[in-house]
């Protein structure tokens, strides 16, 4: 393979969209600026923000920007067309002058497409997106673009296929969603090697819930090494993917940054040992009883009230596996944003006829509903 942008970037990214607040709701600026400072005096240089984070480009403009010259750090931010973020082709193109103006960074060194998938596809095209980025790019309002990704494999390959020029690519990648069918986050990031296109991974740790796993793995983990924190063996599987060039974090505390930079900033790889213990985390995670869900879809395409039926399934086994109420809470809004709500089963039962799983889709509806709404 040859070699790609970007290969020798520090391997940690930091995540500004986590960010700790005061009690008035207000960011928490003299810790932010203390998490700035420990990330960037150990070595670490990248930063990821988005035009739909609420506050985090001005509050990065504030504890990054303004307090340090611009060539010590590389700033990403992302253009949402999504119909919740953008209603016309002027509103979507609007915004990398408005994130520009908020984060007073002069330019993004890395600007992404955000959340890129299948059912939002449409308006990146008829937007005519891909074009804009391209002028921008020209203009010097940003030096690389790309994509943050959420679909298969096989549409991330036609992506790339299409669009060639595509520099870097967003995944969620993690040791738990590493051979999912519903994330693929195997197969999206081999898509990605293909084409030879650098990496930078979202979701490391699974937003918190590889933070605090099963006691069995953490049991595991300390049984190979007792000084290494969960979230440490779930970034340095992601960081030591050959094709990664970079690991979002996306830190809330001071602490987080200290734990992450202290064996980032001399960042080494899993070893073939520690690669056994993620492999044996791996398995008693398809232990533990879940919805098997496959994210096919299959149950969607004729379904009358229009559920997110996979989402809501992933949403409920945050909850089931890694016990954490509150993600699977925000998943499962996410998930009937736009889309029907469990309780909202009319009990047709053609998404049982189609799911190749046999799953009981509509009893498993019922307890969502339940528990959510």
Known sequence: MKEYFGKEMPKLGFGMMRLPKNEDGSFDEAQINQMVDTFLDAGMCYFDTAFVYPGSEEITKKTLVDRYDRDKYFLTSKLNAGTWAAKSKEEARKELEISLERSGAGYFDFYLLHAIEKDNIDKYDEYEIWDFVKEAKEKGL????????????????????????????????????????????????????????????????????????????????????????????????AAGLENVMVVLSGMSTIEQVEDNVSYMKDFKPLNDDEQEVIKQAQHILATIEQIPCTGCSYCTKGCPMNINIPSIFTAMNREMVFNNKKSAQSGYNNATRERGKASECIHCMQCEDACPQHIEITSWLEKGAEAYE
């Not at 937003?207 to 190979?224: C, R």
Request: charged share 25%; glycine share 4%; net charge negative.
């Open 142 to 237: 940003i030096k690389h673009y790309g994509f943050s990704f959420h679909d298969s494999a096989d549409f991330l390959d036609e992506l790339l296929t299409k669009h060639p020029d595509v520099e870097v690519v967003q995944l969620q990648i993690n040791y738990a969603d590493w051979e999912s069918e519903s994330v693929q986050s195997r197969k999206c990031y081999e898509v990605c090697v293909k084409h030879n296109k650098p990496v930078i991974v979202m979701e490391p740790v699974k937003g918190g819930n590889l933070a605090n796993p099963p006691e069995q793995i953490v049991n595991a983990f300390k049984q190979s090494n007792p000084d290494a924190t969960p979230s440490q063996w779930a970034i340095r599987f």
